[in-house]
């Protein structure tokens, strides 16, 4: 279960819950019962509801798909940039990039949606959990081998039992060849260090995968905070300092000694990424300052 958390959130995002709260919208999603009991064996890919509404909800409009983990969406109270909670999808450049992009657009472009707040981040971007009706979209992009279960930032271990079933399944990017689908955590570090060497996941566990929130520092409790990205341990590896930035603006490149070069900040979480040459940066999909 997602347990929904306000408190400590930025005044901003604060501000645009209580005005989009009072306007007016649709009829909030009646609460399903809750069952009796929770059978200790994964569910089957398809539709997972809320099961707690006892905090308010954020309600928009998507208005642009950046790619199989990050949308834009339209509060009464303004534009909001959202990142998904628990899931990270393979990058532009990777393969199942472009077909994760085009799933989640396929699912919610254009679709009212409701965000179940579970932090926010130091750019004021929202991270949560993306509710299409009463199906959870982030588990759906799980379910159906379009992301992975982001093992650093898991909130709830669900996501590992929809990752293991997406597998099994042969689902998605579960049916590229072992070394083409790899991790996007382990691809964007890999940008920073060439040493890096990629995991095979083809024989994980959901066992393995519920650890890792153990080993990260994570609770297997759902109600899990996502804290801000410390900027120790994202500093660039051998010549591969071209900062790749992603905000509003879209995907901006910065070279050393470019006006904004040195305020530019790289957050791993948010896709953002280090390159060793302005043509590995356009072909990854970045563009420099206008």
């Given at each position: 279960?997602?347990?929904?958390?306000?408190?400590?959130?930025?005044?901003?995002?604060?501000?645009?819950?209580?005005?989009?709260?009072?306007?007016?919208?649709?009829?909030?999603?009646?609460?399903?019962?809750?069952?009796?009991?929770?059978?200790?064996?994964?569910?089957?890919?398809v539709?997972?509801?809320?099961?707690?509404?006892?905090?308010?909800?954020?309600?928009?409009y998507?208005?642009?798909?950046?790619?199989?983990?990050?949308?834009?969406?339209?509060?009464?109270?303004?534009?909001?940039?959202?990142?998904?909670?628990?899931?990270?999808?393979?990058?532009?450049?990777?393969?199942?990039?472009?077909?994760?992009?085009?799933?989640?657009?396929?699912?919610?472009?254009?679709?009212e949606?409701?965000?179940?707040?579970?932090?926010?981040?130091?750019?004021?971007?929202?991270?949560?959990v993306?509710?299409?009706?009463?199906?959870?979209?982030?588990?759906?992009m799980?379910?159906?081998?379009?992301a992975?279960?982001?093992?650093?930032?898991?909130?709830?271990?669900?996501?590992?039992?929809?990752?293991?079933?997406?597998?099994?399944?042969g689902?998605?990017?579960?049916?590229?060849?072992?070394?083409?689908?790899?991790?996007?955590?382990?691809?964007?570090?890999?940008?920073?260090?060439?040493?890096?060497?990629?995991?095979d996941?083809?024989?994980?566990?959901?066992?393995?995968?519920?650890?890792?929130?153990?080993?990260?520092?994570?609770?297997?409790?759902?109600?899990?905070?996502?804290?801000?990205?410390?900027?120790?341990?994202?500093?660039?590896?051998?010549?591969?300092?071209?900062?790749?930035?992603?905000?509003?603006?879209?995907?901006?490149?910065?070279?050393?000694?470019?006006?904004?070069?040195?305020?530019?900040?790289?957050?791993?979480?948010?896709?953002?990424?280090?390159?060793?040459?302005?043509?590995?940066a356009?072909?990854?999909?970045?563009?420099?300052?206008?």
């Open positions: 279960m997602v347990t929904r958390r306000v408190a400590g959130l930025a005044v901003p995002l604060l501000a645009a819950m209580a005005l989009s709260s009072c306007a007016t919208g649709p009829a909030p999603i009646p609460t399903p019962s809750a069952p009796a009991s929770v059978e200790p064996v994964a569910p089957p890919p539709a997972t509801e809320r099961v707690d509404n006892q905090q308010p909800v954020l309600v928009g998507v208005t642009k798909v950046t790619d199989g983990d990050t949308i834009k969406v339209q509060l009464s109270s303004g534009p909001i940039t959202v990142r998904f909670d628990s899931i990270d999808a393979p990058e532009a450049d990777q393969s199942w990039g472009g077909e994760a992009t085009a799933a989640l657009s396929g699912r919610v472009a254009g679709q949606v409701a965000l179940d707040v579970v932090s926010q981040d130091r750019y004021e971007r929202l991270v949560a993306v509710y299409l009706g009463d199906e959870n979209i982030n588990g759906w799980v379910q159906q081998g379009h992975w279960a982001y093992r650093e930032y898991l909130s709830d271990p669900q996501y590992c039992a929809w990752e293991g079933i997406a597998r099994a399944s689902l998605g990017l579960w049916g590229l060849a072992p070394d083409r689908r790899v991790a996007p955590w382990e691809w964007r570090r890999a940008k920073r260090d060439q040493q890096t060497r990629f995991t996941y083809s024989n994980e566990t959901d066992a393995n995968c519920v650890a890792s929130m153990s080993r990260q520092g994570r609770s297997s409790s759902p109600a899990v905070t996502r804290p801000a990205t410390p900027e120790a341990g994202y500093q660039p590896t051998g010549d591969c300092r071209i900062k790749g930035n992603i905000s509003d603006n879209g995907r901006i490149y910065h070279l050393p000694g470019s006006p904004s070069y040195d305020q530019t900040k790289i957050d791993e979480s948010k896709g953002e990424r280090w390159f060793c040459t302005e043509d590995e356009r072909a990854a999909g970045w563009r420099p300052p206008r």
